[in-house]
């Protein structure tokens, strides 16, 4: 446990940097904590990026975790827009851009992730974008208001929740995907066609098995694609979506660890027992899944930070939390818990046609992920069932009269809040 | 102007001043009212800002969605009839004050 004279340095102001400081402080930690952010923004949250965060009315303030005063209140340092751009381990300082230097008893890499960014020949056009700041989904919104025609390179959940959003705004829209289906990585077969016949029907082109040779424009703006086999998709405003790779850099050249990832331990320590790494950026060995896993999602931000809070603040524990996740697709909303793997078998639950769904994956007879289709209340028990260490049999999950909530281990109690005061206030 | 107030479950209680239409979880938030998390930032997809509205304000919002319903039936403290998601719950106009229970916990 680090006392009050210490100082923790979080480098990235993202979820997990931003939940690392709120939690050490909720945790008690009484030192230094100073938050690297290389965006001029105070911290905000990016999953309405692709989503609300692109319709006219759209504010920012709306994004931000917390307004100024909270970092003023709980003594939080906020640096940004600075970059951290090196890291002198044998002095434990951080040096940052703006030439500051800061030394730390502790060092969380909260670094995160940037989009892939082709090289095709075209990718500096006016109106081809990248979506991953709000910067980013500011001048994604601008051009919105003006495009008469989007085409979104990679059926991702960024490309398809784009790809909802513009389609409901009344724009044309193509997405172009190298492989057979959409998601082909996170989501089972079932689930993805399903998505695919779903954007269809509102009105979504897909183009599959399908590649980009170059982006076409002219007087300096796009005017569309070109595929590798010849084809001419039109469009002026083009969204590539193609995954991203983990901020890796600063580790890298620290001499730690890195394996599409910064590798940390089961605590989520680096090669280094003064750094930690969390997020998006980090590849940590899961209770959940064989292997060493790295996990782009709220969640998975949210929980490292906490468990890193906790270990700085003297209550360390081995990171086990179970993944879960989500994306609203215009009115399509998918919810994923637990990790599968792409050989894992199916056990569908109810059915596409009424509306509503559940795929549950089985890697052997062990229950190992559930991925829902606009379903939200069999997410969240299975999500519980499977936190609580519990599991559900291929005949249970096939059973639409089965109670999912039957097969929750008994350990998973629900709080009950304390009885109302006696002088409990009412309305005047 | 209006006020929520929150009561957490220790009996400690905290008003806010704010506009009608005002969201009960993001007036949370940015007053750092402690015990709404609200980790999905109001997609209702994460169930961690479920409050107990006062039974006899509860009529004065709009049903539940679908989705929310669903979601409240996995809170992490127990459901009440008066639970709702504060982040789908905006203030009522003709409302003078707002009054919300904070459940003991909101993360399993």
Redesign the interface.
């Known amino acids: 446990m680090l006392d009050a004279e210490s100082c923790v340095v979080i480098v990235g102001a993202g979820q997990a940097g931003f939940q690392t400081a709120a939690s050490l402080r909720e945790q008690g930690y009484a030192g230094r904590v100073v938050l690297v952010g290389d965006e001029a923004s105070l911290p905000y ?1 990016r ?2 990026l692709s ?1 609300a965060h692109l319709k006219l009315e759209a504010e920012d303030a ?2 931000h ?3 100024d005063a ?1 970092f003023a ?1 709980k003594r939080i340092e906020l640096r940004a827009p600075d970059r951290a751009t090196a890291i002198d381990r044998a002095a434990r300082r951080v040096v940052l851009a703006s030439g500051e230097r800061v030394a730390y008893d502790h060092l969380v890499l909260a670094t995160g992730t940037r989009p892939r960014r082709p090289e095709w020949p075209g990718i500096d056009l006016q109106g081809v974008h990248l979506l991953r700041t709000v910067e980013d989904a500011r001048q994604i919104r601008a051009r919105l208001q003006t495009a008469n025609r989007v085409v979104i390179v990679g059926a991702g959940f960024i490309g398809l929740e784009v790809a909802a959003t513009a389609g409901a705004a009344g724009l044309p829209v193509t997405v172009i995907e190298f492989a057979e289906r959409p998601l082909k990585r996170a989501l089972s077969a079932e689930m993805a066609t399903h998505l695919l016949r779903a954007h269809e029907s509102r009105g979504v082109t897909f183009m599959l098995r399908t590649s980009v040779a170059s982006i076409d424009g002219s007087d300096g703006h796009v005017t569309g694609v070109t595929t590798t086999g010849g084809r001419q998709v039109e469009g002026d405003l083009v969204l590539i979506g193609i995954g991203v790779q983990p901020n890796t850099e600063l580790a890298e050249a620290a001499g730690l660890a890195v394996n599409d990832g910064i590798v940390v331990d089961a605590h989520l320590v680096t090669s280094d027992p003064a750094i930690s790494a969390i997020g998006d950026c980090a590849r940590y060995p899961s209770v959940h899944h064989p292997g060493a896993v790295r996990l782009e999602s ?2 998975n931000s ?1 929980d490292h930070a906490r468990a890193v809070a906790a270990r700085i603040a003297g209550k360390p524990a081995p990171y086990d939390k179970l993944p879960w996740f ?1 994306s ?1 697709q215009g009115d399509l ?1 998918v ?1 994923m818990c637990g990790l599968s793997q792409e050989s894992d078998d199916v056990v569908l639950r109810g059915t596409p046609e009424s509306g509503r769904f559940t795929v549950l994956r089985y890697c052997g007879d062990r229950l190992t992920a559930a991925e829902t289709f606009n ?3 069999e997410h ?2 299975i ?2 069932i499977l ?1 609580a260490g519990g599991t559900l049999t291929r005949e249970q999950a096939a059973d639409p009269a089965f109670k999912l909530a039957s097969a929750m281990p008994v350990t ?1 109690a ?5 009885p ?2 006696a002088e ?5 | 102007m209006p006020q929520i ?1 929150y ?1 957490h ?3 400690s209680r905290v008003s806010l001043t704010v506009a009608v239409g005002a969201n009960v979880m ?1 007036t949370a ?2 007053n ?1 009212v402690d015990g709404i998390v609200a ?3 109001g ?3 994460c ?1 961690t800002c479920h409050v ?1 509205v ?1 039974p ?2 509860a009529k004065r919002f709009p049903l539940p969605t679908e ?1 929310e319903d ?2 409240l ?7 009440r009839p008066e639970s709702r998601l504060s982040c789908q719950l905006n203030l009522p106009a003709g ?5 919300v ?1 904070i ?3 909101q993360v ?1």
């Open positions: 949250q999953p309405p989503k709306q994004l975790f917390r307004p909270f209140e709220v969640q949210v989500w609203d909303r919810q379903n939200p209340a969240m028990t999500r519980r936190a998973a629900v709080a009950k809040p304390a109302p005061p409990a206030p009412k309305d005047g | 107030t009561l479950d220790d009996g993001r938030i940015e750092d980790e999905c930032g997609a209702a997809a169930a107990y006062e006899a304000l989705i669903e979601m039936e996995s809170t992490a403290s127990e459901r409302l003078d004050e707002l009054i229970r459940p003991p916990v399993l």
